[in-house]
Structures are given as structure tokens and as C-alpha cells.
């Protein structure tokens, strides 16, 4: 059974970095992308970045792009998300999950909150 566990969140002023790592079980993390994924408070879920399984290739919503860098490293079995030049409107629970993302697999996810 696969599981994802998100961590280094944190309160950080407008204009700061933070980045977030992802740990995952099981022995076929390497053969899946990757993505992270957001929901601010009172919103749906959204979309942040993706990699595919060799973190050759990656993508970002227009929100983040340019600010946010997703990476992965296989070995340890680990994603992650260097996000700088945060903004408030950057502020919420960060999740990560397969690309494109399989229910059963969100975890608790990291509280990012970002001050002005």
C-alpha cells in the first residue's frame, strides 16, 4: 500500500521561500509522475506542478510559474517543491499525489500560510 507524507510547511512572510518535501512508500514510486496540488481555504483543490517519472519533464499552473520548482529524487523516494517569491494568495494545504492524481492516495498534506 502506497502512502504520501507531506512536510515542511510553515508560516513565512510575502516575498519568502519554503520548500516542501513529499515521502512515499512502496517500491514503484520511480514509475509514476508526480504532481503537488493545493486547496486555499474555502476553495476546491487545484492543480500546482508535475514531473514525470524521471523529473526530466515538468509543468506548472500559470499561478506558480517561474516561482515555483518541482523535483524529485528516485533513490529516496521523495518530491519536492522549492516555492519563492511566495504570496499570500500561495497560502493553503499543500498535498502531493500521482499525475494525474489517484484518490486513495491524499494525505494529510502541509499548511503553507503566507503573510503580507
Known amino acids: 500500500q502506497v502512502q504520501l507524507v507531506e512536510s515542511g510547511g510553515g508560516l513565512v512572510q510575502a516575498g519568502g521561500s519554503l520548500r516542501l518535501s513529499c515521502a512515499a512508500s512502496?517500491?514503484?514510486?520511480?514509475?509514476?509522475?508526480m504532481g503537488w496540488f493545493r486547496q486555499a481555504p474555502g476553495k476546491e483543490r487545484e492543480f500546482v506542478a508535475r514531473t514525470n517519472w524521471s523529473g526530466a519533464s515538468t509543468y506548472y499552473s500559470d499561478s506558480v510559474k517561474g516561482r515555483f520548482t518541482i523535483s524529485r529524487d528516485n533513490a529516496k523516494n521523495t518530491v519536492y517543491l522549492q516555492m519563492n517569491s511566495l504570496k499570500p494568495e500561495d497560502t493553503g494545504v499543500y498535498y502531493c499525489?500521482?499525475?494525474?492524481?489517484?484518490?486513495?492516495?491524499w494525505g494529510q498534506g502541509t499548511q503553507v500560510t503566507v503573510s503580507s
Open positions: 499525489n500521482r499525475s494525474p492524481p489517484q484518490g486513495g492516495l
Open positions: 512502496g517500491r514503484t514510486f520511480s514509475t509514476y509522475a
